[in-house]
């Protein structure tokens, strides 16, 4: 798969939904509310007409109080497979570029896959450093949440960082203990290992401090580690000599989580890392809300310990 153009932005994401179904979502505005923006935005439309020469404008509202009205204009679209339209305009100021998105359906799953175009390359640089900045990229996992919560009602955790490196690279960052201790801590803290097998069957017992008032105990039981492109495990916060615990951080949280990684090549020397969070075993009404309230905080965590991988890697 080739890189985009030095004037490109390129995403590429894997939804377990058909074609008909994002389709759906992204188009009809009772479903695009619960999705579209960083985590915390909320979205008031005043008008939708996906369409050629058609528009979609809206104002999306921050968790801090500030308005962003938007304007897109829809230049083609063919249903369930391509939009292609301007994006960041408002009815007063112009498009900060053109995004072409088509979908591709395979056994019931479908490729997303986005190119957002600008006047230049540093344009597509500055709008790169800002999407990050915003947590803009949220945009798409909060779509794969919404997906499934539309098709099976489960609620999920998901997150997606696109690395400059080979997927055996990131495999092993995963997967060796050296290299998993030190990016997945969050900014702050450090890990150390009681038990550090990271296989199939085996469990890992580790600690993270920040040195001085803050350790957290856990448990990594791996379900599943397939090289390259895959592993599977629990999670659960313990006390120091590796006993069930609450974290000391909420008391609500639930017992145990069931993690998702999935690896994917992306272009040339790239690789997608797909992480996704649900919830294991039985838990209460107030764990379920308590984490389904937590996914702005998740996101912060692991976009720290994803930074950390970035610099890693390079």
Known sequence: MAKAQPHELRLIRVYDAP???IWTVWTEDKHVIHWWGPRGF???TK???VCPGGKWIYTMHAPDGVDYPNMTTYHEVIPYKKLVYDHGATETTPPLFRVTVTFEEHQGKTVMDMIMAFESPQAAQEIKKFIKQAGGDATWDRLAEYLEREKSGKDYFVINRTFEA???KIFEMWTNPKYFSQWLPPVDFTMEYFQSEIMTGKTTFYKMTNGSTVDHFGKMNYQEISPI???VYTQCFTDEIGNLSKPPFEKN???KILATVTLAEEGVDETR???VWEIQGEASDLERKTFHEAKSGMTMG?????NKLDELIK
């Open 42 to 44: 909320t979205l008031t």
């Open 253 to 255: 949280w639930p017992d």
């Open 47 to 49: 008008s939708k007409d």
């Open 302 to 306: 692991w976009s720290g310990s994803f």
């Open 19 to 21: 074609a008909k179904l």
């Open 166 to 168: 080979p997927v055996t």
């Open 229 to 231: 492109h895959r592993l």
């Open 273 to 275: 890392v797909t992480v």
